[in-house]
């Protein structure tokens, strides 16, 4: 929509300075109104229109990005909060993984005093 604004001034019959200062946001009314004087109102009004139309739109791509940034900053925060408990239920399962791991240790030892008979099964079965 704004490049249409920027040819809609081009059309009005202004120089390329111009126009470039009406896109870059350099220019006022009063740089506007400067022109009024090697130029009918007509060419005024259309350049004073296109210049309000292209601050409005620029107005509005700002809100739509500062309100696009703050919804990605929320859905960063949600991220970071997901993946600092999904660190911590990995170190717990870890933790749960190490300990059972000393359990079966502590079988596979008892197990096999048992199958070399220096513990009887009855004793291992009642521990």
Known sequence: MAL?????????????????AVVSGVTNRRLIAAQARTHDAA???????????????LREERRDLRDERRALQDELVAA???????????????????????EVGALKADLRRVLQGD???????AS
Do not use: C, F
């Open 4 to 20: 249409m604004t920027v040819w809609e001034v081009l059309a009005a019959g202004l120089g390329g300075g111009t126009v470039t």
């Open 80 to 102: 970071h909060s997901d993946n600092r408990a999904l660190r911590e239920e990995v170190a717990a399962s870890r933790s749960e993984i190490a300990a059972l791991r000393t």
């Open 119 to 125: 513990q009887p099964l009855a004793d291992w079965l």
């Open 43 to 57: 060419t005024l009004v259309k350049v004073t229109e296109a210049y309000d139309q292209l601050i409005e739109e």
